[in-house]
T-cell receptor, first 114, second 113 residues
Framework: NAGVTQTPKFRILKIGQSMTLQCAQD?????MYWYRQDPGMGLKLIYY???????DKGEVPNGYNVSRSTTEDFPLRLELAAPSQTSVYFC?????????????FGPGTRLTVT | DAKTTQPNSMESNEEEPVHLPCNHS???????IHWYRQLPSQGPEYVIH???SNVNNRMASLAIAEDRKSSTLILHRATLRDAAVYYC??????????????FGTGTRLTIIP
């Protein structure tokens, strides 16, 4: 299993540009999450999904959009990028059926907005 | 959400046990205690979790105080690979399927060769 994969690894955006961060998991997990991590800080939840077609806001959703059309994929869309969105973005997934509640994280996407 | 308090940083010698403390004085009866760690330039990885009883797995042990207001993550024999930021997180278990985690700033563990 590849686990949780994220693309791209790095990206530089100009202010006002848009982009989509890709996330995929091959573990058949029902839950998926997007976090951001600013320098020296812990992770903050942006959006999460409890299954295909169902998404909900986390702690810091402004400036982002998500969709979940399949179990495997959970892309994060940035519209009108701003310098405040410079961060490392982590995608994660988990399975609620087994009772372990372990979240598996991807390697992250480092985004710079200038 | 109930909060946790951890030291900003700790140091330990290689091949010695490490005890990482976490205070959570406002913990509720349905809050689970989770530990994750984040190695440099990587995403977090799950370490261990528990509710009331002490827990052991291949990576670590979790000791939970009787009143549940504090817990300690124990690495039995630290290696250089254990150098990471360790996060103590409370997860509200009162809602079925609630898996949202709130990360603090964690404890940066340095291992001295």
């Amino acid at each position: 299993n590849a686990g949780v994969t994220q693309t791209p690894k790095f990206r530089i955006l100009k202010i006002g540009q848009s982009m989509t961060l890709q996330c995929a998991q091959d573990m058949n997990h029902n839950y998926m999450y997007w976090y951001r991590q600013d320098p020296g800080m812990g992770l903050k939840l942006i959006y999460y999904s409890v299954g295909a077609g169902i998404t909900d806001k986390g702690e810091v959703p402004n400036g982002y959009n998500v969709s979940r059309s399949t179990t495997e994929d959970f892309p994060l869309r940035l519209e009108l990028a701003a310098p405040s969105q410079t961060s490392v973005y982590f995608c994660a997934s988990s399975w609620t059926g087994g009772g372990s509640y372990e979240q598996y994280f991807g390697p992250g996407t480092r985004l710079t907005v200038t | 959400d109930a909060k946790t308090t951890q030291p900003n940083s700790m140091e330990s010698n290689e091949e010695e046990p490490v005890h990482l403390p976490c205070n959570h004085s406002t913990i509720s009866g349905t809050d689970y205690i989770h530990w994750y760690r984040q190695l440099p330039s990587q995403g977090p990885e799950y370490v261990i979790h528990g509710l009331t009883s002490n827990v052991n797995n291949r990576m670590a042990s979790l000791a939970i105080a009787e009143d549940r207001k504090s817990s300690t993550l124990i690495l039995h024999r630290a290696t250089l690979r254990d150098a990471a930021v360790y996060y103590c997180i409370l997860r509200d278990g009162s809602n079925f399927g609630n898996e949202k985690l709130t990360f603090g700033t964690g404890t940066r563990l340095t291992i001295i060769p």
